[in-house]
């Protein structure tokens, strides 16, 4: 199963790269979430996959023991989803202002803006 | 998205999604959820409920700012890490109540830092999207 | 002694609040703080003299070893009494010759802060304390260099200045943390102990590059002397005190500094006879074609500060002596010739050579002044310079082999010197006093006072050595040298080879002075040549650089936000793939890895048909719901995989990511088609392999042993010590409690941000 979910991994890191090399600001964005998605699924993946275990210990003890999953990556990656919810956010508020700003999606328009 | 099923649907969903997050906030301690996740859930019951009342009625519902949870969602995060500090001990360093409380189970200082960080994520979800929405509807 | 070095800065800072009190004739009081300065050094003479150097520790930044002790030798008394003595004069001089200057407390202030460094410099015996003091002594010289800082030439002699002193600088802190990582220690006394480490460690020889590098641009060796021609745009008074007395001179107290620890060594010796030789022969070749009164001396300082460290660079007892009286005489001297210049440039209002003439007849005791500081230069008998002059030649010729070669470079620079010396000193006096001069008349005599003093100091030791033999000679070869001295200062050595040397120096000056008339053509034929010069290299290449930046950043900062992430990438395609196929066996290991099973395939193919829709949709919208399509399907794998906290957090913030896209994305128009299907390919190739790369990565790493260290201490403390059985929420509400603490204040920030940049207006400048 892991080799699957590297492939997938890797489509995502694809994709999102792909889509912030375009012109288009949504774009941009669109391709920074499937990004941010893929960087979650690779730490998650690289933490080793174990099913049906979750990282909580029973009621009856008083430690995890046995097979279980590895409770960091989890941590790590449930802070990153909400500080990358809080950058996109802020993202996609810029490209408003921007587009109310210049009238434009494109990228390359606001180069211009220096010259003037 | 004016629908009337939705509205009635609302008057109901509102509390009963409230309910839940907290319900979620508190048990976060020992089963899957926690401040974040509960904060998100209460986040998405007054969305909702924007979207089938309309915002301002939301707004009119909530009296006041959403933005004011931010200061002091900090704030009880920010304080609960000082209880310690009276018991002589170093900043953060988590104080339980002796006796566990009734459904919640024991009672400590990380619970208010959980509590303080489901009031940050409530106030700064719901800035952002109100902001945005009013914004747009202009 | 804290308080003697201190003392400057101490003068520094008030001149802050308190400055405009000595705009005034007030000035002249200053003079007090270098004099009793002057006088307090003195009274260590006899100890020193008794062979009892002082040590004075205080502590400073204790927990990083550096202290201030200050260590007073032979040779820091010398520097010190110099610093002081002919500061007193610049001092006195300076409060008449800016007299009624709009910045004169500007000036005084700097003034005190070189001193003060200048003293630290010298008596310092921490190594750190004396790099600190040594980069105050270039940043004040920059400040004076561009004291006249409304002239556009002031302040890029005063830039050149620093760039040089300052890149020395750098090189010289390298040094000390070499030496200190061989040694252990910054204190120069306690290497000393351990000479013969240093002397045979595999570092020597970059050791000495650092070192050299620090007192070459500092003492304006070749090739960089170009800064100190530069830094005549300073007042007088400022070239004469720091840029042939004593600043100048701090490279030379560096190296006989370090003569006992690094010299005696023949890296040390060639390196400075070859430096130290090329510098003073070309400089004072260059100096006979100036017209400029100061130039002249600059390029003779510059030739002088040659010799001193070709002297250092020979390194026996003797040439150590002749360095060690050599250093005096030519403070003296020196510092006289561009007083005088000085005066001459106030009253005149000229510094060319060619025009200046007769003016004994309106400035006698300047004349006077000038007269003695250029016989003292030329080493006439029963000056101090003759003396100097003797001790040169007695060294040179007692090196061997090279003695033919190294003498006939010293007699060749003396007679330029000598010439150099009576065009600033002699010439202006002499002949016919031209129309225009005839208003000309003495100032007042704090400014003749001081040359005519330095004057009569260098007859006076020359005329009696024991005066400084004893007292301060000796003890500075002793610093530098180890070794009692043995060889008395005396006037008469009797008829010898010396005494030949010494007359046909005087005469093929005298008849140089004679017959070479200073004149303008000559000096523009010599400027020719400045195209190949050190100066205009280094600033070639200055330019060159800036160039090369410049179109540098124009290709690589274009403004187009896809070129940047491009460039990131294939860097770093190119570093990893060069790695994975260099230093990586690559290989597959499925042994470990969990069984296929029949709904993860499904979601993932569900994924892999959203991602393509995301990409190759033309509808906005579609697209935003293709990824969310993607975020909840990555949150029911994170359902299969024992990760509920996650797929939680994942299904909202996707709930949410969505609202917040369509909230403002449904009023955009549709994608538009900008890039041609070249550019298409193009970049899907390129993000394919970094996909590729991210794949190979996570499949190696999979195939590694997990270290579970840290996780087994949260799986196993997180009930017994924070009472919490869900392990994840542990961690991050109490375990790694202060982070999620600043997470929240981002989140925080993030939402002020949006805030603030939606309810702010959109103003009508930054709409068009």
Known sequence: MELILAFITAILYAAGLYLMLRRSMVKLLIGLTLLSNGANLLIFLLGRLTRGKPPVIGDDEKYLSGLYADPIPQALILTAIVISFGLTAFAIILLKRVYIVTNTDDLDNLNTTDDI | ?138 | ?768
């Open chain 3, 1 to 768: 002694m804290l308080l003697a070095v201190l003392s400057g800065f101490l003068l520094a800072v008030f001149f802050l609040f308190a400055g405009k009190l000595f705009k005034s004739g007030a000035s002249i009081l200053l003079s007090l703080l270098p004099l009793s300065l002057f006088v307090y050094f003195l009274s260590f003479a006899h100890l020193i003299a008794a062979g009892e150097p002082q040590t004075f520790r205080y502590e400073w930044i204790p927990t990083a070893g550096i202290h201030l002790s200050f260590y007073l030798d032979g040779l820091s008394l010398l520097f010190a009494l110099l610093i002081t003595g002919i500061g007193t004069l610049v001092y006195l001089y300076a409060s008449a010759y800016l007299k009624g200057h709009h910045y004169l407390d500007r000036f005084f202030g700097y003034l005190s802060l070189f001193m003060g460094s200048m003293l630290g410099l010298v008596l310092s015996d921490n190594l750190l304390t004396l790099f600190v003091f040594w980069e105050l002594t270039s940043i004040s010289s920059f400040f004076l260099i561009g004291f006249n800082n409304d002239s556009e030439a002031s302040r890029k002699s005063a830039l050149q200045a620093l760039a040089i002193t300052g890149g020395g600088g750098f090189l010289l802190l390298s040094g000390i943390i070499l030496l200190n990582s061989i040694t252990g220690t910054f204190s120069l006394q306690e290497m000393l102990q351990q000479r013969d480490t240093i002397q045979n460690h595999a570092f020597y020889g970059l050791l000495l590059f650092f070192i050299f590098g620090g007192a070459f641009t500092k003492s304006a060796q070749f090739p960089f002397h170009f800064w100190l021609p530069g830094a005549m745009k300073a007042p007088t008074p400022v070239s004469a005190y720091l840029h042939s007395a004593t600043m100048v001179k701090a490279g030379v107290y560096l190296l006989a500094r370090f003569t006992p620890l690094l010299g005696q060594h023949s890296y040390w010796n060639t390196t400075l006879m070859i430096i130290g030789g090329i510098t003073m022969l070309y400089a004072a070749i260059h100096a006979i074609f100036r017209t400029d009164l100061k130039s002249i001396l600059a390029y003779s300082t510059i030739s002088a500060l040659g010799m001193l460290v070709f002297l250092i660079g020979i390194g026996t007892q003797r040439s150590l002596i002749a360095a060690a009286v050599f250093i005096l005489v030519h403070a003296l001297y020196k510092a006289g010739l561009f007083l005088v210049a000085g005066v001459i440039d106030h009253e005149t209002g000229t510094r060319d050579v060619t025009e200046l003439n007769g003016l004994q007849k309106v400035m006698k005791p300047l004349a006077i002044a000038g007269l003695l500081a250029a016989l003292s230069n030329a080493g006439i008998p029963f000056t101090f310079g003759f003396l100097g002059k003797d001790l040169v030649y007695e060294a040179t010729l007692a090196t061997g082999w090279l003695a033919p070669w190294l003498t006939a470079a010293v007699v060749l620079t003396n007679i330029l010197l000598l010439f150099a010396g009576f065009l600033a000193g002699i010439k202006p006096f002499t002949k016919q006093l031209p129309q225009k001069f005839s208003h000309v008349h003495l100032p007042s005599p704090l400014m003749w006072a001081p040359p005519l003093l330095l004057g009569v100091g260098g007859l006076l030791f020359g005329s009696m050595p024991g005066i400084v033999d004893k007292t301060l000679v000796q003890p500075v070869v002793f610093a530098m040298h180890g070794a009692a001295v043995d060889i008395p200062l005396k006037i008469w050595h009797g008829f010898n080879l010396v005494l030949l040397l010494s007359v046909l120096t005087i005469t093929a000056g005298v008849f140089l002075f004679f017959f070479l008339k200073p004149s303008h053509e000559r000096l523009a034929t010599v400027e020719r040549l400045q195209v190949i010069s050190p100066k205009s290299l280094l600033l070639r290449l200055y330019k060159g650089v800036e160039n090369f930046s410049f179109s540098y950043t124009r290709t690589m900062q274009n403004g187009y936000l896809r070129v940047y992430i491009l460039t990131i990438l294939l860097f770093t395609i190119g570093l990893l793939a060069y790695r994975l196929f260099t230093g990586v066996q690559i290989s597959l290991d499925t042994s470990s890895f969990s069984p296929y099973s029949f709904y993860e395939i499904v979601i993932v193919v569900i994924m892999f048909i959203a991602v393509l829709i995301t990409m190759f949709t033309t509808s906005r919208l579609a697209a935003v719901a293709a990824m969310s399509v993607v975020g909840y399907s990555l949150c029911l794998l994170f359902v299969f995989y024992s990760a509920p906290d996650l797929a939680m957090t994942q299904f909202a913030i996707d709930t949410l990511t969505v609202v917040l896209f369509v909230l403002v994305l449904f009023k955009l128009p549709p994608f538009l088609q900008f890039a041609n299907t070249a550019i298409k390919i193009r970049d899907g190739v390129i993000s394919l392999l970094f996909g590729a790369l991210i794949f190979i990565i996570a499949i190696e790493v999979l195939n590694e042993s997990v270290n579970k260290e840290i996780s087994e201490f949260y799986a196993t403390n997180s009930y017994l010590m924070a009472k919490g059985k869900n392990v994840v929420n542990v961690i991050l509400v109490d375990f790694r409690g202060a982070d999620t603490m600043i997470e929240i204040t981002v989140l925080t920030i993030a939402a002020i941000g949006v805030y603030s940049l939606l309810k702010l207006k959109v103003s009508h400048s930054e709409k068009e």
């Open chain 2, 1 to 138: 998205m004016k629908s009337i099923i939705l509205k009635r649907a609302t008057v109901y969903l509102l509390p009963l999604l409230l309910l839940f997050s907290v319900f979620i906030l508190l048990r976060g301690h020992y089963e899957p959820g926690g401040g974040f996740v509960g904060g998100l859930i209460a986040s998405i019951a007054f969305v909702l409920h924007a979207f089938a009342n309309g915002l301002k009625n939301t707004q009119k519902f909530l009296v006041y700012h959403p933005g004011i949870l931010i200061p002091s969602g900090l704030a009880i995060s920010l304080l609960s890490g000082f209880i310690s500090m009276f018991k002589g001990e170093a900043y953060m360093k988590g104080a339980w109540l002796a006796k566990p409380v009734p459904v919640i189970g024991s009672v400590g200082t990380p619970l208010f830092f959980d509590i303080g960080v489901y009031f940050v994520v409530i106030g700064v979800t719901l800035t952002i999207l109100f902001t945005i929405s009013e914004t747009t509807t202009q």
